[in-house]
């Protein structure tokens, strides 16, 4: 079946410093693949997505590239700000509709 | 992008009472919805999909007359926990579905819904 892996948080940075958060996946075929950040008490925002092989989605400085030679999406930031401080999913919509989520990456970052 | 709304945001209530959270796509239609749990510093939990005129369908361990879901129309559903205790406090989060599968499909996610069993 279908799994994402991410890396485990949480992840401490101080302000302006780079941001990378691993995640990989297994899946039939080529999935479109997404990002989702949770800010504290509030729900899922999506961030950002790419659909097919090689594909870079950004938004708000973040970026990830989607990559089906590493079945990989990291995602990375190159200076992140208190305000990214949040937990990060990344997600596999899977097969008969049920998405797959990663556990999540809670970021911290310092001032 | 797609604007999902969840009511109430937060709800507080007695052992034994039953409490209705809503989820409601604004701007667009949902044929498929899903209702999510989740615990402090954890994952979503998927608890069931919703589907617009026929039965929910429930995860493993997710009691169904516990948690009642109802997909009256393309744009509302709805989870009742019925006879809430304190066990059942969590955030409730609910998604609709944008899209084919494979082909530009994309969730967006609800606010989510704070209960408080007490």
């Known amino acids: 079946g279908n799994s994402v892996t991410q890396m485990e948080g949480p992840v401490t940075l101080s302000e302006e410093a780079f941001l990378t958060i691993n995640c990989t996946y297994t899946a039939t075929g080529y999935p479109s693949l997404f990002w989702y950040v949770q800010y504290p008490g509030e729900g899922l925002q999506l961030l950002l997505k790419a659909t097919k092989a090689d594909d870079k989605g950004s938004n708000k400085g973040f970026e990830a590239t989607y990559r089906k030679e590493t079945t990989s999406f990291h995602l990375e930031k190159g200076s992140v700000q208190v305000s990214d401080s949040a937990v990060y999913f990344c997600v596999l919509p899977g097969g008969s509709y049920i998405p797959t989520f990663g556990r999540g990456t809670s970021l911290i970052v310092h001032p | 992008g797609a604007v999902v709304s969840q009511h109430p945001s937060w709800v507080i209530c007695k052992s034994g009472t039953s409490v209705k959270i809503e989820c409601r796509s604004l701007?667009?239609?949902?044929?498929?919805m899903f209702w999510y749990r989740q615990f402090p510093k954890q994952s979503l939990m998927l608890m069931a999909t919703?589907?617009?005129?026929?039965?929910?369908?429930?995860e493993q361990g997710v009691e169904k007359d516990k948690f009642l879901i109802n997909h009256a129309s393309l744009t509302l559903s709805t989870l009742t926990v019925t006879s809430a205790h304190p066990e059942d406090s969590s955030f409730y989060i609910c998604s609709a579905r944008v899209g084919r599968v494979g082909i530009g499909e994309t969730q967006y996610f609800g606010p989510g819904t704070r209960l408080l069993v007490l």
């Open positions: 919703s589907n617009e005129g026929s039965k929910a369908t429930y």
């Open positions: 701007d667009f239609q949902a044929t498929t």
